[in-house]
């Protein structure tokens, strides 16, 4: 297991001492971690929502340490668990209050016009990196599925492989190239669905 770290005790020493009862230890854990965790959080979840999705994933990563076998870096291990809460939280939650589509700025609704204009994955990605696209994006996927939704944003807009993210998601790598392609037919349709009132405006 490889570990990066400058001062302090090492994962591995860090886990051994939690397995061993002393579970204040884990709070180096949970130092050390926290930006990357928030970061994944930052990426998949509202922003009023990311710490909280982000201590699940530290509790949930402290219940299962039995299970760190140690044949991956520890923070490859947390990083799925946090994915996964990711996951869970749009599971438990399909339904947001709405942003009106007359909200969008004109900026937004040429990206939106670009976005579907769109045929290669690589245009498709670099659209989906514009400034603009943040709130477009919010709003055209809550129609998504929680697991289209994951899909979406670790393959075409995080840069994953599809074998990156069925190891981050737990899932079989067809599965996933199944749902990415899926995911970016229905966010085009759902852009698309936000374009038409505009479009029959006189």
């Known amino acids: 297991m490889v570990?990066?770290?400058?001062?302090?005790?090492?994962?591995?020493?860090?886990?051994?001492?939690?397995?061993?009862?002393?579970?204040?230890a884990f709070e180096?854990?949970?130092?050390?971690?926290?930006?990357?965790?928030?970061?994944?959080?930052?990426?998949?979840?509202?922003?009023?929502?990311i710490e909280e999705v982000a201590q699940d994933a530290f509790v949930e990563a402290f219940r299962s340490l039995g299970s760190y076998a140690g044949k991956a870096p520890f923070g490859h291990w947390l990083s799925r668990i946090a994915v996964r809460c990711c996951y869970g939280f749009w599971r438990a939650r399909r339904q947001y209050a709405e942003i009106p589509v007359s909200d969008f700025s004109d900026d937004s609704e040429e990206w939106m016009s670009r976005i579907l204009a769109t045929r290669s994955r690589e245009a498709f990605e670099a659209e989906s990196r514009r400034s603009e696209a943040a709130e477009i994006l919010s709003h055209a996927m809550r129609g998504l599925s929680p697991r289209d939704r994951m899909v979406?944003?670790?393959?075409?807009l995080d840069g994953h492989t599809a074998r990156e993210a069925a190891d981050l998601l737990g899932w079989t790598v067809i599965s996933v190239k199944v749902h990415a392609h899926r995911s970016r037919v229905r966010l085009r349709k759902a852009i698309q669905n936000l374009l038409e009132p505009r479009r029959i405006e006189p």
């Open 3 to 24: 570990e990066a770290v400058k001062d302090g005790p090492t994962d591995s020493e860090i886990i051994t001492r939690v397995r061993g009862g002393k579970v204040d």
């Open 28 to 49: 180096a854990i949970v130092h050390r971690y926290s930006p990357m965790v928030l970061r994944i959080a930052s990426r998949h979840v509202p922003r009023d929502s």
């Open 152 to 156: 979406l944003t670790l393959v075409h």
